[in-house]
């Protein structure tokens, strides 16, 4: 079966949305398919005790303001989630739930995107899909032979699950942090936080508006031909939320330099020593998903696809969305989203008005 749209938005999390809102006003007819069975995206799979870096009022999707959740500063993943589920339903998206897209193809001045049994042909494709379900686990010396638990950022719910154990957090970013912070205050397992250099906590009083300010100004300033600044990473790499400043302040957030090699039963250090261990969580990012775009033969370095803004230089009629500062400032965030999703729609009114 095979159905015609203007068009199709691939992935119903915060960037499909955010398009979805920018189709919906410019009059364009469309659909929006989602892997996931329910509402929210990736937010849907967060870990329990993971909040927001900004306030509500600075987390929002355009046209509609996130409220505060009762008694926090900064709201919780599943807040989050009932906010996109309200999204989706306020603004009557037509999302299509538990529908995979497994390719998009070139064919006589369409692109046609093959989900599931149904494809639909359109003239323009948004894809929105985000990098969650392409977690990257480093080519560590002797992961393969670790005899106990190895687990991804994707797959840490609450410290209950590691009662007793030795934990290993591997990664210096936010999510190292937080998950080593989450395990340390909790104190029913044994945390040794590694990283390959010393983590840098930004000042107490920087969350996310800040943060998202530093990032557009780095992007006008790139745009306008003038020095990278460093952006966001010119001031430090872990947001210091609620939990990393009590672990910190308690004296429990400390760090070791990696471990040379993984062993059977833990890990072994540089300096020869060896330590056991009952679990390894790898808080060491993620990849765009983008397999369903191979067939178009785009692909770049290190998994991106050269882009001008949103729009992809090797198919206009395809735009990338939400997947990090080369497909806009901030624009795997809530707030930082809305200006180039409306950038991107814009693209596409005009290249289908011609």
Not at 227 to 244: H, I, R
Request: aromatic share 6%.
């Amino acid at each position: 079966m095979t159905r015609q749209t203007d068009v199709v938005v691939i992935g119903g999390g915060q960037a499909g949305l955010a398009a979805g809102y920018h189709l919906r006003r410019r009059g364009l007819d469309f659909v929006i398919l989602d892997a996931g069975a329910a509402p929210g995206g990736s937010w849907q799979h967060m870990w329990d005790s993971l909040h927001l870096f900004s306030p509500a009022e600075h987390s929002s999707l355009p046209g509609r303001l996130m409220p505060a959740q009762a008694g926090k500063t900064y709201p919780g993943a599943g807040h989050v989630v009932d906010y996109l589920a309200d999204y989706e339903k306020r603004y009557d998206l037509p999302v299509q739930h538990g529908t995979r897209v497994d390719a998009v193809r070139r064919d006589a001045g369409r692109l046609l995107v093959e989900a599931d049994s149904i494809t639909w042909r359109a003239r323009a494709v948004i894809s929105a899909t985000g990098s969650w379900s392409r977690p990257f686990l480093p080519a560590a010396p002797g992961r393969s032979t670790f005899t106990g638990r190895q687990l991804h950022t994707v797959n840490y719910r609450c410290p209950a699950d590691f009662a007793g154990q030795h934990v290993i957090v591997v990664g210096g970013g936010n999510s190292g942090a937080q998950i080593a912070a989450d395990l340390a205050l909790d104190r029913r397992s044994e945390v040794t936080w590694v990283t390959r250099r010393p983590p840098r906590l930004l000042p107490d009083a920087i969350d996310g508006r800040a943060l998202f300010d530093v990032a557009t100004a780095r992007r006008r300033a790139l745009d306008a031909g003038h020095a990278d600044t460093g952006g966001v990473a010119s001031l430090g790499d872990v947001v210091a939320v609620p939990s990393v400043r009590a672990a910190r302040d308690a004296g429990l957030l400390t760090t070791k330099g990696m471990f040379a090699e993984l062993t059977a039963t833990g890990v072994a250090w540089a300096d020869g020593s060896r330590s056991d261990a009952d679990t390894v969580i790898w808080c060491t990012g993620f990849r765009p998903a983008l397999a369903h775009l191979a067939p178009l033969n785009l692909r770049g370095p290190r998994g991106h696809l050269p882009t001008d803004g949103t729009r992809a230089l090797g198919e206009p009629r395809l735009h990338l969305l939400g997947y990090g500062d080369w497909t806009g400032p901030a624009s795997a965030t809530l707030i930082g989203v809305g200006r180039p999703a409306r950038d991107a729609v814009q693209q596409i009114r005009d290249l289908l008005h011609r």
